[in-house]
């Protein structure tokens, strides 16, 4: 499945210009407040008309203003999940649902006992929206999003509504969606957490345009593209591959190499996307000993860039890249250049409560 999408809007105080391709997956329109990205997400679902655009999804055009070619909102197929639910308060969660099937459009798709099970919603169907946490009504409305039979899912900051507790409730859900569901989703948000975990693809925007776009890891290895400033890190595929009650850890597997953190909360086999900020981890030219360490990844330096008095070094790791933040002092003293071997030292991840014991940063 393609989204093709290439549009151009201009208003008194605004101008967007923006062409991007994504595939399958989640892709992730990320920026600061401001920079397009609900604007976007209103000229694909066709509630906004551009001046200038085409928008496709797998060869379907759905709107292509040189040929005066504009497939009407309710023809679409996609599904719109909104910062708030908008579920009807008079109807039970079952009912909710079944509204969804008003707009369905063609055969198959997923049953309502299917779309319960994926995001755990089965034991709320009798109830009204009244009775529910932020995080139950937001799984409800994607729900009643997924029985339309969407050819596409729209997703503008689904979470920007929630505290963390509630957040963290609803990230495993979306996860599962993301991998389950084979639904290409577009995503917006401008948190970092959230786009390293759950997105395949990228798209930076900015003032209206695209600023860079691509896979996640590739993306927000680069500082210049944080906004707000978060750290630049690196996002690392990874599966848990056992868990060892005796020690406490939990080993996870990756191109990267395996990696050793505190018990997650989840079962064997389940992927995760791993956020390792630059600034923790370290570089040696040798295995360190005696170190409390754990996790210490052999590699070849791979690109050196300055930024004021800081270095960023990206690591190529195996299949990964690794990416560390030193002074320049101390890639000077160290000798760093292109292909020099060395041992990156990874001191903390950023993993989400869902998963991670007590949330936030784990020191491993």
Known sequence: MTIDVDV???REKFSLEVAFTAGAGLTALFGRSGSGKTTVIDLIAGLTMPQRGRIAIDGT?????ARNWRVPVHRRRIGCV???????????VRQNLHFGRVFARGTGGPDLGTVADLLGIGPLLERRPAGLSGGERQRVAIGRALLARPRLL???EPLSALDETRKREILPYLERLRDEAGLPIVYVSHSVAEVARLASTVVVLEAGRVAASGPVDAVLRRSDLIPDGA????VLAMRIERHDAATGLTRLTGPAGPLDLPLIDAPVGR?????VPARDVLLALARPASLSARNVLPGQVATLREEGASCLVEVACGEATLAARLTRASARDLGLAVGRPVFAIVKSVALDAGTAPGGGRIEI
Do not use: K
């Not at 992927?271 to 956020?275: A, C």
């Open 8 to 10: 151009a809007l201009h």
């Open 61 to 65: 055009v759905l709107l292509d203003t």
């Open 82 to 92: 909104f910062q708030e639910a908008r579920l009807m308060p008079h109807l039970t």
């Open 154 to 156: 729209l997703m503008d």
């Open 231 to 234: 750290e630049a890190g690196s």
């Open 271 to 275: 992927r995760l996307n791993l956020r």
